[in-house]
């Protein structure tokens, strides 16, 4: 009966130490510098503090250091919370497809990017498609600081979709009339509350999931359909020599959104590991996540802890309860 009882006990004072290791070791999540980013960084963070007992600390940064972090498994950085395919594709090849050491969840959920304009300026002056905005007389409508040409926002520094709108713009023949603005999303969603506040032309990079839909009245631009052979585009890491060897005369495939996460996780922290390899989004919800943290400005947390609770089963089955 002792030697029962000790046994129970070891085993009692296993299972406690196992459970405190879990609950001590700092799970790094990063919030990448855009609007889905955020959402997704927030609802992940509250899922392993709330219901998996683990210290969660929300790192900023951009795509090139996070996916670095993950890669040296060191728990600098260990969760990318919406890995964009394949607009991150030349990070993915590099640590899950080469490396080995970071891992993509095995569900996704769809999104989707294109040039949007504000509804009311574009139907006044027949702006349908990007080629729309090709000529002069687009140019000059939409110039709105007098310097002779229109204003189109390719997107935030560090983003690969980014370097493909610049390509876009270029063979699209836009930049040949446009400047060609590159700042954070922040400055952009000013510019262009500003621009429909007082009846202005303004192009924009847009995508989903965003608040932007919930916010404001704006019309994607017609685009022609995707096709490979027709989108050819070399990242600045590959070759410096990128911008000349890239070619884009078609819009943009849908997204494929996953969260990423480092595989040393699996040693360290192998619940987590096993929640971020099963958890399933969905645009409606992410889009939704969007507007009440970044338009609301509520808390984070707060958002994703209501949406928990009112979808306990369905965050139950990501946790294999």
């Known amino acids: 009966m002792k030697m029962v009882k000790a046994g129970l006990l070891a085993g009692v004072l296993s299972l406690g130490t196992a459970a405190s290791a879990v609950a001590q070791d700092l799970i790094r999540v990063a919030e990448p510098n855009w609007a889905s980013g955020r959402a997704m960084a927030a609802l992940i963070s509250t899922v392993i503090e709330d219901r998996l007992g683990s210290q969660v600390e929300v790192v900023p940064g951009g795509n090139a250091v996070i996916f670095a972090g993950m890669d040296r498994g060191k728990g600098e950085i260990d969760v990318h919370p919406d890995v964009w395919m394949p607009n991150q594709e030349n990070f993915t090849k590099e640590y899950v497809d080469q490396n080995g050491t970071v891992a993509l969840s095995e569900n996704s959920y769809t999104g989707f990017s294109a040039f949007c304009a504000p509804r009311e300026f574009a139907e006044k002056h027949g702006i349908k498609s990007v080629f729309d905005l090709a000529t002069p007389e687009a140019a000059a409508a939409m110039d709105r600081d007098g310097d002779g040409m229109g204003e189109i926002w390719l997107g935030a520094p560090g983003w690969t979709s980014t370097n493909q709108n610049k390509v876009k713009a270029r063979d699209y023949g836009i930049s040949n009339f446009f ?37 404001f009245d704006m019309v994607q631009l017609e685009e022609p359909p995707y096709e490979a052979s027709k989108y050819t585009m070399v ?87």
Not at 195 to 207: N, P, Q
Not at 261 to 278: D, G, I, Q, T, W
């Open 179 to 215: 400047e060609e603005i590159v700042a954070e999303e922040e400055v952009a969603t000013a510019s262009i509350s500003d621009a429909i506040a007082k009846g202005e032309g303004f192009v924009f990079y847009c995508y989903a999931p965003h608040y932007n839909w919930f916010v």
């Open 235 to 321: 990242n600045p890491s590959e070759d410096p020599e990128w911008f000349e060897k890239s070619s884009i005369t078609v819009g943009a495939q849908d997204k494929s959104i996953h969260v990423g996460y480092s595989k040393s996780l699996e040693s360290r922290a192998p619940m987590v590991a096993a929640f971020l390899k099963n958890i399933a989004m969905d645009v409606e919800t992410v889009n939704e996540f969007t507007n009440e943290i970044v338009v609301k400005q509520r808390d984070g947390k707060e958002v994703a802890r209501e949406w928990i609770a009112a979808n306990s089963d369905r965050v139950d089955g990501w946790l294999g309860l």
